[in-house]
């Protein structure tokens, strides 16, 4: 199991490179190798590639033309800035959620307590009174 695709709170379609029989060559298969995070730099958003790769991707024009897009996207700063700030924000909402989620964990538990206390009260009240 992929701990990502475990994660999604919506419904998607995951499709695995790694999975794909290498004679199945779409143009969408193609522009899918692009994005083969076996890639991965340390900076998780860069891919980098062998030279070998490079020069079948620099041979194939749709590659090409989605490369450039994505390099357009890289360099423009404000698009930049905007992509980190949405994986800030949405980590700050992930540890917000995990902490309301053991927040209201821990007022079960003391509802339980106060449970057990108005019950041990009312037992001891009824000796009481009689």
Same mark, same amino acid.
């Given at each position: ?72 996207? &890289? *360099? %423009? #700063? /404000?698009? $930049?800035?905007?992509? !980190?700030?949405?994986e800030e924000t949405e980590e700050t909402f992930s540890n917000i959620i995990e902490e ?12 339980? &307590? *106060? %449970? #057990? /206390?108005? $019950?041990?009260?009312? !037992? ?7």
């Open positions: 199991k992929n701990e990502f695709i475990e994660k999604l709170t919506h419904n998607s379609y995951i499709i695995q490179l790694t999975k794909l029989d290498e004679s199945v060559q779409t143009p969408l298969d193609r522009i899918l190798t692009i994005f083969d995070q076996k890639k991965q730099t340390k900076q998780r958003e860069i891919l980098e590639y062998p030279d070998e790769e490079s020069e079948k991707f620099s041979s194939d024009e749709l590659l090409q033309r989605a490369i450039k897009r994505l390099a357009k996207a &890289v *360099l %423009e #700063e /404000k698009l $930049r800035k905007d992509l !980190e700030f949405e309301l989620k053991e927040n209201k964990k821990a007022l079960k538990e003391k509802d339980k &307590v *106060l %449970e #057990e /206390k108005d $019950r041990l009260i009312a !037992e001891l009240m009824k000796k009481v009174s009689q």
